[in-house]
């Protein structure tokens, strides 16, 4: 697979991660507040998700734009990689202690 069409899935992996964290996450802090180092409102992670798909358009746009060589095409990676480890440490552990989808 090519390098424009990665940045592009890559996008649309976001968005719709970011999507379904935007309507799932208020619901899911609200039942586990006590066990939460932060309580956030859902408008606070209504605002953080979109400040991070924009951000992931923004990046994805000017890397297209710009090339493989690019800074942007760095932080693409970088983001990608961040997402990874998204993954990875918030999102698997707290399926396991909580026995449940997180």
Do not use: C, D
């Not at 379904?20 to 606070?44: D, N």
């Not at 990676?77 to 396991?96: D, E, K, Q, R, S």
């Amino acid at each position: 697979m090519g390098f424009r069409k990665t940045q592009w899935l890559f996008l649309i992996a976001v968005t719709l991660h970011n999507s379904e964290e935007a309507f799932s996450m208020p619901k899911w802090v609200a039942v586990h507040y006590r066990q939460l180092p932060v309580h956030p409102g859902a408008t606070k992670i209504w605002v953080g998700v979109l400040l991070l798909t924009l951000t992931a358009f923004a990046v994805t746009s000017l890397s297209a734009r710009k090339g493989k060589g690019s800074l942007w095409a760095y932080l693409l990676f970088g983001y990608a990689v961040a997402m990874l480890v998204n993954v990875l440490l918030p999102h698997i552990p707290a399926t396991l202690v909580l026995r449940e989808y997180a």
